[in-house]
């Protein structure tokens, strides 16, 4: 896939003169010769959960950096909220949760949280981001000593103490368990429902499926495709027909010619035939051809992921 497939506004939860949230602009960034965005044009609207999907290497970090103001594009704009990514930052209107750093392991959660308000003119109570954050009774152990998934609540209560229209999330739920990841989704959704944008970058189409509203999917620096997780997962909506075929490499040409048929592997006697049109293959093999046992599987999502942002996509 070549083009962006804009599949729905993703504006559900926006009324029409509401102020874009994210606005990215033939948006590029070259790091020598690599070319990590190449080309990206996007809204967000306030109060919507977007998920940023795509493979290592996709673009997702350095498009979130632009978005933080902590890079600049080599060509195109990025705004937030109307304004540029810094201004928006200085004015506390944007705050992000990543992945490493920015943690001192000396210090206890609560004096993390506090130190990190002693640096704003204006916070939420320490009390209620840590209880928002859902660690409460973490407050007086040491950052050290807290697991992963809990150090990375630790800096989702930090990001929450601006009170920020617009909340950046990278992996946000690595290291958090089953429970945890409940409340934290449970927490970002009670926010979006009053207005505030969340966006997170994952590899995971089940997360992203999951708990975003809308799914922009990213591969070598470019939106591949943009919609909800239903739509997604109805673009890359194909099957694999499976049968065994004697003489199966004579039958190959004209089983990839057959409409909606994608790819086809011939190994040994057994034929394994990825298309949007099962039934037609189906019925070309059992009319046309000695087939037999076949089988027919849906893709599953991370396949259907796969097909869309792998090597091979179309
Ligand atoms: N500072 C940098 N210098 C050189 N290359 C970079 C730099 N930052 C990113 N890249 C390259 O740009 C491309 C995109 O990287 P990016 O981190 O944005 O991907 P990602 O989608 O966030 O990947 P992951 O899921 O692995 O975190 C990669 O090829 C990466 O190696």
């Known amino acids: 896939m070549t083009t962006t497939q804009t599949l ?51 673009g997702k970090t350095t498009t979130i950096d632009m978005v933080l103001g902590l890079s600049r594009p080599t060509t195109g ?26 943690l001192v392991k000396d210090m206890t959660v609560r004096e993390t949280v506090a130190y990190t308000a002693s640096l704003f003119a204006d916070t939420r ?56 990841r409940r409340r934290f989704w449970a927490t970002l959704r009670a926010d979006a429902a009053r207005g505030r944008t969340v966006v997170f970058a994952t590899h995971y189409l089940e997360e992203a499926d999951q708990y975003a509203d809308r799914i922009v999917l990213v591969r070598k620096g470019r939106v591949v495709a943009d919609g909800t997780g239903a739509e997604i997962k109805a673009l890359a909506s194909g099957r694999t027909v ?6 199966a490499g004579d039958h190959a040409a004209a089983i990839g010619a057959l409409p909606g048929v994608e790819g086809v592997d011939v190994r040994g006697e057994t034929v394994v035939v990825h298309t949007k049109d099962s039934d037609a293959v189906a019925r070309h093999l059992l009319d046309h051809t000695p087939a037999h046992d076949l089988e027919i599987t849906a893709q599953g999502l991370e396949e259907a992921f796969l097909s869309l942002t792998g090597e091979d996509a179309r």
Do not use: W, Y
């Not at 080309?39 to 999907?53: K, R, T, Y």
């Open 242 to 247: 499976r049968a065994t075929l004697p003489g």
């Open 125 to 180: 109570p320490v009390d209620d981001v840590l209880a928002d954050a859902g660690i409460s009774e973490l407050a007086g152990r040491k950052v050290g000593a807290c697991s992963g998934g809990e150090q990375q609540r630790l800096r989702f209560a930090m990001a929450l103490l601006p009170d920020p229209a617009l909340l950046l999330l990278d992996e946000p739920t690595t290291g958090m368990d089953v429970e945890g």
């Open 77 to 102: 704009s990025v705004e937030v909220l109307g304004l540029e990514p810094r201004a928006a930052v200085a004015r506390g209107l944007v705050a992000a949760v990543m992945q490493s750093g920015g």
């Open 8 to 58: 729905s506004d993703g504006a559900a939860a926006t009324s029409p003169d509401a102020v874009t949230a994210v606005c990215l602009r033939g948006v590029t960034k070259r790091f020598g010769d690599v070319e990590a965005v190449a080309g990206i044009d996007l809204d967000l609207h306030q109060g919507e959960i977007v998920a940023v999907l795509g493979p290592n290497g996709a």
